[in-house]
């Protein structure tokens, strides 16, 4: 996932996340989808290279809802990892698919997430959902703090832009 944006080359796939709740331990995620597909299918992966356990990363997501343009999109669970909204591709011009949930993150390892008053980290595989059949598209991450967080500092192996 590259952190970069071009001007010329806009992001097809574009996260944002926050500190929802330092206390509850929430992050708030926005993935917006510039061009969706018909029937749109994101998922979070149930393990991770180098982690020979099942993690089951989707337990921990909660409160997803989706909208296109100024609508509500039904989202419909198809597992314990995968959801599908069906969108309005022939609506001219094609809206972006806006996905905004929480993530809960009390977990002290490399491999998932956490999130408290003191610090704040994630593994991209715990809190961004794929987007099913635009794995090429351009991605960027967008790192969003709150008052509470404005001391912090952002350590990651991604470009800034």
């Known amino acids: 996932m590259a952190a970069k944006k071009s001007s010329a080359l806009p992001a097809g796939i574009h996260y944002r996340v926050e500190p929802a709740d330092l206390h509850a331990h929430l992050f708030r995620v926005t993935l917006t989808i510039a061009r969706p597909a018909a029937l749109q299918q994101v998922s979070l992966p149930v393990w991770i290279p180098g982690s ?36 309005d591709a022939s609506a001219a011009p094609l809206a972006p698919l806006v996905l905004d949930y929480e993530v809960y993150a009390l977990d002290n390892s490399v491999r ?44 990651t192996g991604l470009a800034a832009h």
Request: proline share 2%; glycine share 8%; aromatic share 8%.
């Open 52 to 87: 020979y356990l099942v993690r089951e990363f989707s337990k921990n997501l909660q409160k997803l809802h989706a909208r296109q343009g100024t609508r509500g999109v039904a989202v419909q669970q198809l597992d314990k990892c995968s959801w599908q909204i069906s969108t």
């Open 112 to 155: 998932t997430a956490w999130l408290d008053a003191q610090r704040g980290f994630f593994n991209g595989t715990s809190l961004c959902l794929r987007v099913h059949g635009q794995e090429n598209a351009p991605h960027a991450l967008e790192l969003a703090g709150t008052p509470a967080t404005a001391k912090w500092e952002a350590a």
